[in-house]
C-alpha cells in the first residue's frame, strides 16, 4: 500500500518563485525502509534543469532586490520563514520516517526546534557589524571593511536530516543576501520540497531559493556551473574531496560538513551504567546514520570488560521496528544499499577475527524492511577496518587503552576529526584532554554538537563552519574601501 505524502507539487521544481515542470520525463521512486514499497514519486532533474534553477539564483543575486535589502530587512523573512516552518513541523516529522527510517517520536523531537536556526540568524542580523570603519594607515581619510554576500551558493543536502542541515546553510546565506539552489538528496527529497512551499508561502522573492531534486550524475552540473559562487555541501568525505577540487580549479568558495568516526574517551571517574545508555542512544537514534555518532568507544584496559557487558545489556534492550511504532527505540537503515553496505563490514570485521559481542544481523520477525540489529564489538584493533572507516549505521567498537596518553593517541589516529567525547565528571580533566584531540567538538559526556556556536571538522571531516558567527562568516566576502574622508550618506551597520 502507498501513502502520499504531504507535497503540493513532487512533480514539479521550485525555480524562480514559480512550481515549473521538469524537462525530462524521469521519476525517482522514494522507497520507504520499513516496507520496501513506494512512498513517493518526485521529479529528476536533468542537467538543463540544474541549469534553469542556477540561471534563476544567478538573475536574482545579479538584477533581483534581495542583495540590495538592509539585512535587517532580509532577517524578517526569516522570521516569517521560522513561523511557516513550525505549521510544517507535523509533515515534516511524518515523511522523516519514511524517507531515513527514524523513529517517528524521536523525529518530533529533533524537529521540534528546527525553526531556530532562522530565528538564530534574524537576531544575528542586530549584532553582526557588516560594515567596520578603521583608520587609513599612512595617510588620512578611512578605510571601511564591508561584508558582502558571495553570490550564488548550491546547496547539497543529504538524505539523513534534511530539514536541520538545509537551515545550517539557507539561515545564513539569506541573512547575508545569497540567493540559493537546494539539491536535494533522492532518497530524500520530501523536506526540501516542504522548504520550498515554506518559500512561496512567505513571498520570498522570485529566484531566491529554488530547489531541485537530482541524481549523483545530475548534481554535477550545480557544481561545474560557473554562475554558482559557492557549494555548501554535506556528505561523505570522497564526494566531498571531489567536490573541492573541481571548485578549486575555478577558484569556487566552499564549506563542507563531512564524514566523521568519533571517539568517545571512558575516563576511570565515570559510571559505567551511565556511559553505556548514553552510547546506545547516541548509536541507535537515527540507526546511526548520523556524521556524529559516538561509533569508536575507547576506554582503560582494566574497564573494558565491564563497558562491554554494559553495552550488551543495554543493547539487547534496543527494540528494533516499524518506525510508527511508539513502543519501537531504533528503526531501519535508508535503504537497501545502504544496508548492505552496513552488513559488508559486519561481515569483513567477523571474517578478519574481530571479537562481535551482541549483534551483527537482522532482528527476528523483522523479514522485509532494510533492518539491522545494534552491534557491539569489543577489543578492536584500533586500525582495523571497522574501527577507522565511517560504517554509518548502529556499529559500536570498544577500543581498550593503556592510558591516557594511549587514548588520546588512538583517538587523533584517524583521518577523521568531526566529534568527539570524554565521559568524566571533572570538567578541569575533560578540558585538558579536549584540548589534545584533534577534532572540531568536543563535548563532555556528549557528542552532540552546537550549531549556535559553530559546527564543522578537521582533516577528512570537512572544510569551514556552520552555525553561529563562522556559519555568517562563510556566506560573505570581505571588501576593503578606502576612502579620504567620511561618506555623509547613511550606511549599514
Not at 545489556?313 to 528494533?320: A, I, M
Request: with cysteine.
Amino acid at each position: 500500500m502507498r501513502i502520499d505524502a504531504p507535497l503540493a507539487a513532487p512533480d514539479r521544481f521550485f525555480i524562480g518563485g514559480q512550481w515549473v515542470r521538469p524537462l525530462g520525463e524521469r521519476m525517482i521512486d522514494v522507497i520507504a525502509p520499513a516496507t520496501e514499497q513506494c512512498f513517493v514519486r518526485v521529479a529528476a532533474a536533468e542537467i538543463a534543469d540544474i541549469d534553469r534553477a542556477v540561471a534563476a539564483a544567478r538573475e536574482a543575486f545579479d538584477a533581483g532586490p534581495w542583495p540590495r535589502m538592509h539585512h535587517v530587512e532580509r532577517a524578517g523573512y526569516l522570521e516569517a520563514f521560522a513561523d511557516a516552518l513550525e505549521q510544517r513541523l507535523a509533515d515534516l516529522a511524518f515523511v522523516w520516517p519514511y524517507e531515513a527510517g527514524i523513529v517517528h517520536t524521536l523525529a518530533q523531537a529533533f524537529l521540534a526546534d528546527s525553526s531556530r536556526m532562522y530565528r538564530d540568524y534574524a537576531r544575528m542580523a542586530e549584532i553582526f557589524v557588516f560594515e567596520e570603519r578603521h583608520l587609513r594607515k599612512g595617510g588620512g581619510g578611512i578605510g571601511l571593511l564591508v561584508h558582502e554576500p558571495v553570490g550564488v551558493v548550491g546547496a547539497i543536502i543529504p538524505w539523513n536530516g534534511p530539514v536541520n542541515l538545509i537551515a545550517t546553510k539557507i539561515a545564513p546565506a539569506l541573512l547575508a543576501g545569497c540567493t540559493i539552489v537546494i539539491k536535494a538528496s533522492p532518497e530524500a527529497p520530501c523536506a526540501p520540497l516542504i522548504i520550498a512551499e515554506v518559500a512561496a508561502q512567505i513571498g520570498l522573492p522570485p529566484g531566491v531559493l529554488n530547489v531541485v531534486t537530482a541524481d549523483r550524475a545530475a548534481s554535477g552540473a550545480l557544481v561545474r556551473n560557473p554562475d554558482v559562487d559557492k557549494i555548501a555541501f554535506t556528505g561523505s568525505s570522497e564526494a566531498g574531496k571531489s567536490i573541492a577540487a573541481q571548485m578549486g580549479a575555478r577558484m569556487g568558495r566552499y564549506t563542507m560538513e563531512l564524514g566523521g568516526k568519533s571517539a568517545a574517551l571512558v575516563l576511570d571517574d565515570y559510571d559505567l551504567e551511565k556511559a553505556a545508555s548514553q552510547l546506545t542512544h547516541s548509536v541507535t537514534r537515527l540507526s546511526g546514520q548520523i556524521c556524529t555518532t559516538l561509533s569508536r568507544i575507547i576506554v582503560p584496559r582494566h574497564r573494558h570488560d565491564m563497558l562491554v557487558d554494559a553495552l550488551v545489556d543495554q543493547f539487547e534492550r534496543v527494540r528494533v521496528g516499524d518506525p510508527f511504532d511508539p513502543d519501537v527505540t531504533m528503526g531501519p537503515l535508508a535503504t537497501a544499499r545502504h544496508h548492505a553496505r552496513v552488513s559488508g563490514y559486519i561481515e569483513r570485521a567477523m571474517a578478519a577475527g574481530q571479537c562481535i559481542a551482541t549483534g551483527g544481523g537482522r532482528p527476528a520477525g523483522l523479514d522485509r524492511g532494510f533492518y539491522l540489529q545494534p552491534t557491539l564489538f569489543a577489543d578492536v584493533d584500533n586500525a582495523s577496518e571497522i574501527a577507522q572507516d565511517e560504517i554509518f549505521g548502529p556499529v559500536i567498537c570498544v577500543i581498550a587503552a593503556q592510558d591516557e596518553d594511549d587514548a588520546i593517541d588512538m583517538a587523533n589516529r584517524s583521518r577523521f576529526g568531526l566529534s568527539g567525547a570524554i565521559f568524566s565528571n571533572d570538567a578541569d580533566r575533560v578540558y585538558a584532554l579536549a584540548r589534545r584531540v584533534r577534532t572540531g567538538t568536543v563535548g563532555q559526556n556528549s557528542g552532540s554538537g552546537d550549531f549556535s556556536i559553530a559546527f564543522g571538522g578537521v582533516k577528512e571531516s570537512g572544510i569551514g563552519r556552520e552555525g553561529g558567527v563562522e556559519g555568517l562568516r562563510a556566506y560573505l566576502e570581505p571588501k576593503t574601501i578606502l576612502l579620504e574622508g567620511a561618506p555623509c550618506r547613511n550606511r549599514p551597520s
